[in-house]
């Protein structure tokens, strides 16, 4: 069963930092295409990143483009998201969804609060 845990959030002030992460068990994470999505609370689901074209592309939504950077360690079988200059509008529960071409899987998520 795929398996995905993502991890590394929390509270943070605005202008800070934090790096999530996302390990996968029974899927390889290296040649797929895989997403960073959001939820704020009392909102839907917001795409943020991702790395298309057999997960070499990255890509990124206007609302943090020049702020987060995700990547990925085929060693650790870990994808990353890097966020900087955090704003509060940045809260909400960060979830990694990947595909094989036919199904995707989501994780449990990991909420970040940017607030002072």
């Known amino acids: 069963e795929v398996q995905l845990v993502e991890s590394g959030g929390g509270l943070v002030q605005p202008g800070g930092s934090l790096r999530l992460s996302c390990t996968a068990s029974e899927f390889t994470l290296g040649t797929a295409d895989m997403m960073w999505v959001r939820q704020a609370p009392g909102k839907g689901l917001e795409w943020v990143s991702g790395l298309g074209d057999g997960g070499r592309t990255p890509i990124y939504a206007d609302s943090i483009k020049g702020r987060f950077t995700i990547s990925r360690d085929n060693a650790k079988n870990t994808v990353y998201l890097q966020m900087d200059k955090l704003k509060p509008e940045d809260t909400g529960v960060y979830y990694c969804?990947?595909?094989?071409?036919?199904?995707?899987?989501r994780g449990q998520g990991t909420q970040v609060t940017v607030s002072s």
């Open positions: 969804k990947v595909t094989n071409g036919s199904s995707w899987w």
